[in-house]
């Protein structure tokens, strides 16, 4: 079982940066691709980024490609999510979600291969 904690969420004016964390526990969490979906209301839950167990391969969603920065440190448990370039259409709970040594474009932007989810932060970005 794999626990994760999200923090760093917030308000952000349009053009700015928030960077958000997922702190994991209860696993050996250099064997977890770890990757981050958001949620708008009334809105599916999309892929954003994901970072592969041992960092070597990441991916991002072309929306964020250039603006958001994925990164881990295994040392410490924790994933990151550096959000750059802020736009109000980036608002949107944003969950961070481990599965295990999961690679390839085509399984990690689908959310149903992730068995372990955090609660969620909360990104607002004003205009």
């Known amino acids: 079982q794999v626990n994760l904690v999200e923090s760093g969420g917030g308000l952000a004016q349009a053009g700015g940066s928030l960077k958000i964390s997922c702190a994991a526990s209860g696993g050996t969490f250099n064997v977890y691709t770890m990757g981050w979906f958001r949620q708008a209301p009334g809105k599916e839950r999309e892929f954003v980024a994901a970072?592969?167990?041992?960092?070597?391969?990441?991916y991002s969603a072309d929306s964020v490609k250039g603006r958001f920065t994925i990164s881990r440190e295994n040392a410490k448990n924790t994933v990151y999510l550096q959000m750059n370039s802020l736009k109000p259409e980036d608002t949107a709970v944003y969950y961070c979600?481990?599965?295990?040594?999961?690679?390839?474009?085509?399984?990690?932007?689908?959310?149903?291969?992730?068995?372990?989810w955090g609660q969620g932060t909360q990104v607002t970005v004003s205009s």
């Open positions: 970072i592969t167990w041992n960092g070597g391969d990441t």
């Open positions: 979600a481990a599965a295990k040594l999961l690679i390839g474009i085509g399984g990690v932007r689908h959310f149903t291969n992730y068995p372990y």
